[in-house]
């Protein structure tokens, strides 16, 4: 049964930075797709950026050369590098693993801006 725990979530400020990270297990990492949701307080979970198996990347227009996403098949990671945060990043962020029909989500991990 795959596993994934995401980590790195916080308060930062407007303009600031954070790195989220999800670690996996019990799959065969490289051949998932991976990425990363988020739901905001009332809305619906949306997809924010996602990397193939072959390494792929897509991003959400709101997102797009703000954020970066990454994986690291030797260690079974997925990152998020999210710069210049907006008060409309706040959300909880969830990393999921796809592959044809299965598919895992993790727990979420918290990210807030604030001033």
């Known amino acids: 049964q795959g596993q994934l725990v995401e980590s790195g979530g916080g308060l930062v400020q407007p303009g600031g930075s954070l790195r989220l990270s999800c670690a996996a297990s019990?799959?065969?990492?490289?051949?998932?797709?991976m990425g990363w949701y988020r739901q905001a307080p009332g809305k619906q979970r949306e997809l924010v950026a996602k990397?193939?198996?072959?390494?792929?990347?897509d991003y959400s227009a709101s997102v797009k050369g703000r954020f970066t996403i990454s994986r690291d098949n030797a260690k079974n990671t997925v990152n998020l590098r999210m710069n210049s945060l907006e008060l409309e990043d706040t959300a909880v962020y969830y990393c999921n693993a796809k592959l044809v029909v299965t598919q895992y989500w993790g727990q979420g991990t918290q990210v807030t801006v604030s001033s």
């Open positions: 019990g799959i065969i990492f490289k051949l998932y797709d």
């Open positions: 990397i193939t198996s072959r390494g792929d990347t």
